[in-house]
């Protein structure tokens, strides 16, 4: 720890500041919004009686830029197997976020047991095998922080949207960082969107994660990659949903989110 | 306003006190989580700098009883396009409900223009055609709320769950009320959950709304009928999500929704 990108980048001073840097631009020059919201769920899991978040959602205020910041968490209730907080970031003394999340332990013996696969992970070649590609996108330093493979390069990088907002492929830290679930808030608004198939460009209003499972350690042919598949599939109105999947290497559900989008252009 | 018995049992004092009624129960005398943030999106309209709820979501920090309680909502952020705020329902000094949400308005002209749906409405015979059932479920008081018609009758309801956690049925409110943006948080939460097709119950610890677009007004053969879609993909590890599509009779998506949920057995 410390000599990651990310555990520099969200490191939280005990009165609460933090550096959001410049690695993790989206459009703009502005912060990604997982990247904000993986800071809240740090901030709450360093006060929360359960290890793992559950599920965090994320309201987008206000564009954030880099510089300093400061995260509030409080609990706001502590039950027998989940727990609830809150937080802000805030920046130049204005909220960027405001996040609530459920906390619980992933790791009980599940009483029920009870398991269903409604969809199968993506169907990937092996990470070897795979294209892997550099989005090159300049000013979106987040890109840098990420390899990204697929199995043909999406219609988007090649200049020919495909008008099918699906994406499939496999994602890994550039840095060999393990993902594990404060990262996820992240990972999950760490790729290119889907809608660049339409042509379409959007920011967030809010994300929602849903995070079902702690990420296998990193071994094997398949270690470390995650296999993600983002998906829209209704675009009206000027907004969009976004959903987004990470499948851990052993083929477990590690997380489900679901984001709304304002179209910009 | 104020014949209906959604008017009626959300009706807010100018000071916050609201009656939650025994008329939206769910499982063991507690109250739909649906009418909880029904009630919390219209505390937060009446502050609002826009009309229109565009995203909520609401945790579910302890369950409610039917009985006084009080909603309390403010402004986080009011944008040029998009306002943010907050609310809390409470009941006997202890918080129930945490909600966050944001409002636009959504008869805006678009100016995108994009649409785009990867999905269909549900291809469902005409509500006149269609199978009406009265659930008969005792003290879950909320089912006596709705009318609902189905192309044939789910499997759980005739003893035999089919094991495909899915449902499709057309859905209004029995006492002839309009469905309307407040009352889209009730609807998306006011059905037999789909995982009944696996035999499981559940109960909800977060609830996200995207509202879309304003339901048409009921006229028509459809007139008043939403149709709608519930669909479970991922049971593991003691926890499942819910997605629900609600459409109007003239096949305009008005809302999506997803939960997650922890089964109780």
């Not at 997982?34 to 359960?50: R, V």
């Not at 090159?136 to 987040?142: A, F, N, R, S, V």
């Not at 393990?178 to 042509?199: F, K, M, W």
């Amino acid at each position: 720890v410390g000599t990651f990108a990310f555990d520099e980048d969200t490191s939280i001073s005990p009165g609460g500041e933090v550096t959001l840097t410049d690695r993790w631009n989206g459009m703009a020059g502005q912060v990604n919004g997982g990247y904000e919201l993986a800071i809240c769920t740090k901030a709450l899991s360093q006060i929360m009686p359960f290890p793992d978040p559950l599920v965090v959602s994320g309201f987008y205020l206000r564009p954030g830029t880099p510089g300093p910041a400061t995260v509030r968490a409080s609990v706001l209730r502590a039950g027998k197997t989940t727990a609830f907080g809150e937080a802000g970031l805030w920046r130049d003394g204005k909220e960027l976020v405001r996040a609530t999340a459920a906390f619980a332990n992933l790791n009980s013996p599940d009483q029920n047991g009870l398991l269903f696969l409604g969809t199968a992970r993506p169907e990937l070649p092996p990470p070897d095998e795979a294209v892997g590609f550099a989005p090159g996108l300049g000013q979106i330093t987040i890109a840098d922080r990420f390899d990204y493979r697929v199995a043909e390069l999406p219609g988007w990088l090649r200049g020919q949207p495909s008008g099918n907002p699906s994406l499939e492929f496999w994602m890994r830290f550039a840095d060999g960082r393990d993902a594990d679930l404060t990262a996820v808030p992240l990972l999950v608004d760490a790729a290119a969107p889907p809608v660049l198939e339409l042509g379409a460009v959007s920011t967030t209003v809010e994300l929602t994660v849903h995070l079902r499972a702690r990420p296998a350690p990193a071994h094997g042919p398949a270690g470390g990659w995650l296999a993600c598949r983002a998906t829209t599939r209704f675009v009206s109105g000027g907004y969009h949903e976004e959903d987004f999947e990470i499948w851990d290497s052993t083929g477990t559900l590690v997380a489900q989110s679901r984001q709304l989008c304002m179209i910009l252009r």
